[in-house]
């Protein structure tokens, strides 16, 4: 069956519509899914998720979009998904305020593997919110 023109875009506002609905867990494992970000004047709503550069963020505040405004460098505007696949435990990275880690997440920092013990953990692994795994 060959679809239309017109019947792929209503398609693929149905699939980003519904990608957006997506747990951050389950969205990490199909980025592709989402619209990529765009700096020529689109508005955006805060919590969606844009792909940019290989990289999945969740719009922080409403905003239309500007091409000085990427997710790279208008931290204020985006936030790095950083909830990992369960089957895959990260290398720490450094949150920010607006991407934390949550409790259960679990990171490989410094040789070890930690699982954070509270939510919205922005601390490195050792300083605080942290248990080293030792299964």
């Known amino acids: 069956m060959t679809i239309t023109k017109e019947q792929a875009r209503i398609y693929r506002a149905a699939i980003l519509k ?8 389950d969205a990490l494992t199909a ?3 989402f619209e990529r970000w765009d700096g020529n004047g689109i508005s955006y709503s805060a919590g969606t998720r844009l792909y ?12 239309t979009s500007q091409n000085s405004w990427n997710p790279l460098d208008a ?3 985006f936030a790095k ?14 949150p920010e305020s607006t991407n934390p880690y949550m409790k259960d997440d679990k990171v490989k920092h410094n040789g070890k593997t930690w699982i954070s013990i509270i939510d919205n953990n922005v ?4 300083v605080y ?6 299964e």
């Open 81 to 94: 998904v950083l909830i990992p696949d369960p089957q895959v435990i990260p290398d720490w990275e450094q």
């Open 18 to 25: 519904a990608a957006q609905s997506l747990s951050d867990e």
């Open 75 to 77: 931290p204020s505007l």
């Open 52 to 63: 940019h550069d290989g990289v999945l963020y969740k719009v922080l505040q409403d905003h």
């Open 129 to 134: 919110g942290w248990e080293e795994v030792t």
């Open 123 to 126: 601390w490195e692994p050792g």
């Open 31 to 33: 980025p592709m899914l």
